[in-house]
């Protein structure tokens, strides 16, 4: 007897499972894959399902016309008018299909095939190869991009290409990079012309080891994602914007051909929600979107579309590609189940407790040198409770604390940034986040993030730049530090200097320096307790005035090293 749940004597498959079709004595189909493994957007096809305990059948089925953004369409295989409780993937591809043609399985018989367009084989047996000729115009790029797996064949794809010449040279091939399946960028080669070599890793075959390998020119593309908030989980994947408040986005881009500036945009946001979006520097990996609404937006979500253009001539780049893990894998093992949207969820909710304010920096932060950021929280509805604030985008080279607290009874803190030498020069705009932890939770309190706005933080070349040999002295002893200007400072008034890294019971003055000088002399007083050895990080902190307020360096660091003096030579009697 066949039970509704599906789950007598073990076997979740059989019975009927709402809201599919009635059972008319014939067990649920559960293929593993479709031969052929794709079709273009509305297509009608005739496929054969390939896997069931039962044997294959065929079935004709209409692909999506609109498919959702990965490409793939999953379809319930249909066998004597009873669905199968489970999904076929099947790839919605526009592209014209080319058929391996047996024999193919020496580069003299490769099936000839013309790009843009798609590969469809089978590897029939163990040891079995495929090879296609392409025709494409001498030094034009394609990308070749391989489906069995993530279509639920079991081949173990390995693509190689090879010159169409007389020696078949290799140039370039790929085993695993989605997976078992493979991907690789290619260049035609001076014939004109370039092999493509299929098979599977393990030289397995049979009737079940399909492909289908797309080949499509490449196009500059850049699509971005928000970063989940914590591993393994689905936060902070959606704008969740409190009436009256911001909150921030960070987007991590996927950059393709394209390594210029590029804009993010925004469509179909609700009434009284507004985005400022920083536009993503040349080769940067990352840019910030605030989102504000106002306070009497309505609640309620929203799905936006997101566009990528390049700054500099407008052009279509991409979108969001964002893919969620619905089931996560072991550890650090791929998801079991992911799905891939092209569009943002936005939630305009109910008042946050606190806002907060980042302030517009007055000075610039040069390489090797540091910045405090000052931040300004409001408390909103007088519950006290601490606030935790973060940065969530910084520069290239810029570092800091991974987080600043706010204790309940202060309003105000600094958030210490500081620059590497490397750091990326030039404007950039930060928001800061913050996280409101009250001492007493209410009912429903959950974790909202609110933003401040954006503010540019310039990143610039140091004023002056000074250096200094290694020093030593004896304990109990005074020397000097020489500081040589090796870039002359452009500023006006003096510059105050302090020598840091010193070790313990040693001690040197303040020091100030004009635009001119030349060097810069610090007397050190060394105690006759100061530890022995070579202190190998001692630099100066420059603070250069820039109207009022000031602009910090830091030298490279350099050595003091402390000797124990010679024991007094014994006298000859």
């Not at 993937?89 to 013309?114: C, F, G, I, Q, W």
């Not at 935790?388 to 604390?401: C, E, N, Q, T, V």
């Amino acid at each position: 007897m066949q039970m509704e749940n599906g789950r007598k004597n073990g076997n979740y498959w059989r019975g009927c499972v709402s809201p599919l079709p009635k059972c008319k004595g014939v067990e649920h189909p559960v293929p593993l894959l479709a031969w052929q493994l794709a079709g273009p957007p509305g297509g009608r096809l005739t496929v054969e399902w390939l896997g069931d305990p039962s044997g294959p059948f065929t079935q004709e089925i209409t692909l999506p016309p609109d498919p959702r953004p990965d490409r793939i369409a999953e379809v319930h295989p249909v066998r004597e008018g009873v669905a199968g409780p489970v999904a076929v993937p099947l790839r919605v591809s526009p592209l014209a299909a080319t058929a391996d043609a047996e024999p193919n399985d020496a580069p003299a018989k490769a099936t000839a095939a013309t790009v843009p367009g798609a590969l469809l084989g089978r590897l029939d047996a163990a040891e079995d190869v495929d090879w296609f000729r392409i025709e494409a115009p001498k030094g034009s790029r394609w990308h070749v991009r391989a489906w069995g797996r993530r279509l639920g064949s079991p081949v173990d794809l390995v693509v190689n290409i090879h010159r169409a010449n007389d020696k078949r040279e290799r140039v370039t091939g790929n085993d695993d990079a989605v997976g078992p399946d493979s991907a690789v960028e290619v260049t035609t080669p001076e014939e004109g012309a370039f092999l493509v070599r299929i098979n599977d890793h393990l030289q397995r075959g049979g009737p079940e080891f399909v492909y289908w390998i797309e080949i499509e020119p490449v196009v500059p593309t850049v699509h971005v994602a928000v970063p989940p908030g914590r591993p393994n989980t689905q936060e902070r994947l959606a704008a969740v914007v409190p009436r009256g408040n911001r909150t921030a986005v960070l987007l991590n881009a996927a950059r393709d051909g394209f390594a210029g500036p590029a804009r993010i945009g925004f469509d179909g946001l609700p009434a009284g929600v507004r985005v400022v979006t920083a536009d993503m520097a040349a080769d940067a990996p990352t840019t910030l979107a605030v989102f504000e609404a106002a306070a009497d937006a309505a609640e309620g979500a929203v799905l936006t579309d997101v566009h990528v253009t390049a700054v500099d001539d407008g052009r279509s780049l991409g979108g969001l590609r964002q893919t969620t893990d619905l089931v996560p894998g072991q550890g650090n093992g791929p998801a079991y189940r992911s799905v891939l949207d092209d569009r943002l969820p936005l939630a305009v909710v109910a008042p946050a407790p606190i806002r907060v304010e980042l302030g517009q920096p007055e000075v610039p932060i040069v390489r090797r040198g540091s910045l405090e950021l000052k931040v300004r929280v409001e408390r909103l509805d007088g519950r006290e409770g601490k606030v935790r604030l973060f940065l969530p985008f910084r520069p290239p080279g810029i570092g800091g604390p991974s987080t600043v607290e706010i204790p309940a009874d202060k309003s105000e803190a600094v958030y210490p940034i500081s620059a590497n030498p490397g750091a990326a020069l030039g404007d950039w705009q930060l928001a800061v986040t913050a996280l409101f932890q009250p001492k007493e939770k209410s009912r429903g309190d959950g974790e909202m993030l609110v933003a401040s706005g954006l503010v540019t933080l310039r990143v610039d070349e140091p004023l002056l730049e000074l250096a200094a040999e290694a020093t030593s002295v004896e304990q109990g002893q005074q020397t000097t530090i020489v500081w040589k200007v090796e870039k002359p400072g452009e500023f006006s008034g003096a510059a105050k200097v302090r020598l840091l890294g010193l070790p313990a019971r040693t001690e040197a003055p303040e020091l100030e320096l004009v635009a001119a000088a030349q060097e810069l002399v610090f007397p050190v007083t060394v105690a006759a307790d100061a530890p022995a050895g070579a202190h190998k990080n001692v630099f100066c902190e420059i603070k250069v005035p820039r109207g009022e307020a000031w602009i910090l360096h830091a030298t490279p660091p350099t050595q003091l090293r402390i000797d124990k003096p010679l024991p007094p030579e014994e006298e000859t009697p």
